[in-house]
């Protein structure tokens, strides 16, 4: 589905891309995803024409702590390292370019330990990473991020007073039965038909962290869930 959002963004005029479709740029800032090991991670690199490295960083999904990243390039390779020593060594997959690209693998190493790494080219924005979420919120990028996290968290706990709290009504949530949710006490009584198996499901592997934006909202869990900048404003049940 996270595909399919993209590519509805860039059909929109939105200046989004995904690898091999998105529109060329001076300055990109892509966002990646994928593993280290068997380490979920989030990975954002600033790349100019001719895929010179210019900024990044990564994390680890359990932790959402940002790690910066130095890097160069040679052609289709990256190396990135850093600063507590650990060290990518990175190849485009899919094409010579991050534009014509559609994933970057390899390995990680740090001392003797060497783990493979497979990241997908998920999207990018024009220019150089800044506050993320401009079009949503004038407040943090962290501010915005506990937010959801806050969300998510209590709707995984079912913690109801928790996770009324964190919502921007009327909350929309698409599935089979529709419902425009009014009021946190109806959301408490319409718990479990908001909250099905499925959307848990897939709410579980929402990453709160560098987040894709679109039309002023940012989605986690491949658009189970958008958020405006009050809280929660869509959830769409598989």
Excluded: C
């Amino acid at each position: 589905m996270m595909r399919k959002m993209i590519l509805a963004a860039l059909s929109a005029g939105a200046a989004v891309g995904m690898a091999g479709v998105a529109q060329a740029q001076d300055v990109q800032t892509w966002s990646l995803s994928g593993t280290v090991g068997t380490h979920r991670v989030g990975m954002q690199l600033t790349i100019a024409s001719g895929n010179v490295y210019k900024a990044g960083h990564y994390f680890y999904v359990s932790q959402l702590k940002d790690i910066v990243l130095v890097g160069s390039e040679t052609g289709n390779k990256l190396t990135l390292m850093e600063n507590e020593g650990g060290l990518f060594h990175l190849t485009l997959q899919g094409g010579a370019t991050f534009d014509t690209a559609n994933a970057l693998t390899g390995a990680w190493t740090e001392g003797a330990t060497t783990l493979p790494v497979k990241l997908s080219l998920d999207s990018a924005s024009a220019g150089v990473g800044g506050h993320l979420y401009a079009d949503v919120t004038n407040d943090s990028d962290a501010v915005f991020e506990a937010r959801v996290r806050k969300f998510l968290s209590a709707v995984l706990a079912g913690n109801k007073a928790e996770a009324a709290s964190a919502v921007a009504y009327p909350l929309a949530v698409n599935g089979a039965h529709p419902l425009s949710v009014k009021t946190p006490a109806q959301l408490e009584a319409d718990w479990s038909q908001i909250f099905t198996p499925g959307l848990i499901a897939q709410l579980k592997t929402a990453v709160p962290h560098d987040m894709f934006v679109h039309n002023g909202q940012a989605m986690v869990a491949g658009g189970a869930a958008w958020f405006g900048a009050k809280g929660a404003t869509t959830l769409n049940q598989p």
